[in-house]
């Protein structure tokens, strides 16, 4: 073991075991028997552990100046940069290494990978062509400069001048044809790469010729192979090969629903093209035999593949609704009554039939009703409670408006169903859901239907031009009863089965309206005992959120579902975690999404990197993200109000950058939030979210948005010494509140925007007066109180309530 070994070893051992006092101590001993850059490097490592950032960013900066090559060195220096977020040093010490030693691959691999990961495409072209040039035996730097510059097209595609994104799309293209002409095409991932460019291009026919031709055998799987070629065909209209292709997939897999649906749209264009009568009916009758043999080879296994008679469904649909034969509702009709034979007990059975339902008579499901009103709950199994369930949501479909007599009657009818099944899940893992589940969920929704009916107006205020204040509460009570019977019962429910998601976000909606209605209620009249049942109300609703383990990207697709209103519920700590906890994804894809990207250059999967790309550019422009990240700076305002030097200062340090709002920024927000997942078994499509609060759910955001970017910087022109207060902002803020109108936001949340105008503008007269007291652009105590004494003479009561909500 050499000297400078024995040095190293015990630094190791400190830095692995997270000793990094020790570490550092070591590496000063060591530096002081003489300068080595191993040492220094790790030394600032250390440091930067401790938290000593600036330190260790001198030492990294020391080593930069002697221009590196030693691959440990500047791997060392490279993680502080990248702790500290210096993405452009770590480029400038691979840069200048590489450059110090041009045959060093691996150096030039970090250098390109640096580029990578800053997403600097025209550098990175760059980077790859001069890295080529160097290994010219090596075909996969020929293609990461093919990459690049397809990478520059996309981005161009989007908002680039014409001619560039041709002069791109075109050197693409050629440089693939050369590569393939040279046989340099010779992996599957080159090869999708190649076929994405002709396909982009519009060029069908060529990507068709190269995928059947023997380039195409470096697609091992044939079925994939065949899907390419479906594709093609799809995208050429070439509707009799696509028509081929789907049906060789459908014969190898008769679950393949893609190929169905493909299949499908071939079949509907060919008949459409075909006007004798006789060829139609031969066409058509010959995609009901090959799907009725599909569905005998799928009913010969152990299990029953659902694809082949879903796919009749699907067929006899299309012909209707293209009016490419005469309406069939009894063979339509006697198709979704085998499926529902077949296949009611499967949970997905109601989602699978529902595109059809409306093309089925009512009638034809008077039989299937007939059966809810003969449950014996000493002959119910797993299996025929499911049925029953499938039955109920077709049943609640079909159903119109009920009368309260008959909403009573469903409820206790769904009340009794639940209770007979409760025994077939006693001996149940906790993790498993109960079979009867979906009739607590149905007895929920029937409850808030009732709701929807009675809600009245619990919280109103009108703002006029001397301004008013009143509040219609003589439904208030009944309205929070019927929410919290709907809690009861989803309580009830989730007691027994602790995991079943969808009662807990139903459950979660029904908190949150609840615990608005408390909170205003108490903004109204204090009441103590009000309070406490509110913040209960709260730390409930919190408690079930946590038991939802949301994860990763489910923080930008589902968090809106208890984060939406969140600062309107009284309780800023708490949610001030729930927002923090929510936003952490955003930071886990700027650290992770790149690195992703760069292993996808490294082991030449080019499929992917266009996928991650996507996935990294939609998370960064995320809409969830910049209504989460302003909703945390209501709640922060919130927190430091009435406070004025800690709120003014939390209100300089604000970055506008987050607050941007114009039209263009908003524009181009990517909507990931998904609005799908909360159960809804109505024809009218009416999410249950909607139903819960009585306004539109998930909230259209672009002018909630503009408002909320544009109150904090005019509380900071008000709360802040020396802060301008432009014109503008105001005159924008009064557009965002008439567009906020538009979109029917809540009526209390515009009334507060409104209020600020008012005060905002009596603030810059105040400024403005030659009689003020105050020096110009300052906001004393003298200013503060007049404009109080100006509110409270405007009959704002009770004003700090008012007030309370004007500074959310």
Known sequence: MSALDRQLRPIYEALDSYNNKQAVALCTKALKKGENQTIKALKAVALDRLGKEDEALEICDEI?????????????????????????????????????????????????????????RKQMQQAAMKIQKQFKDNSR???????????????????????????????TER?????????????????????????????????????????????????????????????????????????????????????????????????????DADSRSNIIEQARSLFSVLESKASSGKRTKRGPLLAGLELEKALQTNKLQEADLP????????????????????????PYLSLVPANDFDGLFQELQKIDAKGLTIASVRRLVTIEKIRRWSDTKLTADEANARAEHYIAAYKATVPLGADFDERELQPGDDYILLLAHTLLDRHAQKRGVFFAVVYQSRGDFACSSDTAAEDRSMLADVAAVLEYGLARSKFNYQIKLLLIRVYVELGKKLFLDIVLSIDAMRIDICAGVHKRMFDVAKTMDIKQIQHDTLSYLF??????????????????????????????????????????????????????????????????????????????????????????????????????????????????????????????GEVVSGTAFPRKRDAWLKLHALIPLILRGMCTEGAPLPADDLTDLKRAINEAQEQNEDSEQLTAADILLEVAGAVVAARTHADTSASPGKWDSKTWTGILDRLKRASFHPFESILLRLFA
């Open 64 to 120: 930069k100046r002697t221009r590196p090559t030693d691959d440990a060195v500047l791997q060392y220096i490279c993680m502080v940069y990248k702790a500290s977020k210096k993405t452009q040093d770590v480029i400038d010490v691979y840069t200048a290494a590489y450059n110090q030693a041009p045959r060093n691959e691996e150096l030039a691999n970090h250098w390109f990978m640096a580029l990578v990961r800053v997403d600097d």
């Open 141 to 171: 730097y020929l293609f990461w400069t093919i990459m690049t510059i397809w990478l520059q097209r996309v981005r161009q595609a989007k908002n680039g001048p014409e001619g560039t994104k041709g002069m791109l799309a075109t050197l």
């Open 175 to 275: 440089m693939l044809i050369k590569a393939a002409e040279d046989g340099r095409i010779k992996d599957y991932e080159a090869l999708q790469l190649y076929i994405e460019v002709l396909e982009t291009h519009g060029k069908t026919t060529d990507a068709l010729a190269v995928i059947n031709g023997e380039m195409g055998n470096l697609c091992k799987v044939q079925a994939d192979r065949k899907h390419i070629v479906a594709r093609l065909c799809k995208a050429n209209k070439s509707w009799g090969p696509l028509r081929a292709v789907s049906k060789e997939l459908l014969l190898a897999s008769p679950d393949d629903w893609l190929s169905y649906c493909n299949y499908i749209e071939a079949l509907i264009q060919i008949l459409r093209e075909t006007t």
């Open 331 to 354: 063979k339509l009709s006697g198709l979704v009554m085998e499926y529902l034979e077949k296949f009611g007990s499967n949970l997905s059975c109601f989602d699978d039939v529902r």
């Open 563 to 688: 984060t939406d209103d969140i600062e309107l519920l009284g309780c800023p700590e708490t949610s001030l975690r729930a927002l923090v906890t929510s936003l952490t994804i955003y930071g886990s894809n700027e650290r992770e999404t790149p690195e992703m990207i760069v292993q996808a250059f490294k082991f030449g999967t080019y499929s992917k990197i266009p996928e991650f790309i996507r996935f990294r550019d939609r998370l960064k422009n995320s809409l969830q993200y910049n209504v989460s990240q302003r909703q945390l700076y209501r709640v922060e305002i919130l927190r430091r109000f009435p406070a004025l030097d800690n709120l003014g200062y939390y209100l300089e340090i604000l970055d506008e950058n987050i607050l941007s709002f114009s039209d263009d920024y908003i524009s181009k927000l990517s909507d990931n939030r998904d609005l799908t997942l909360l159960a809804n078994w109505t024809s009218s499509g009416k999410p249950i």
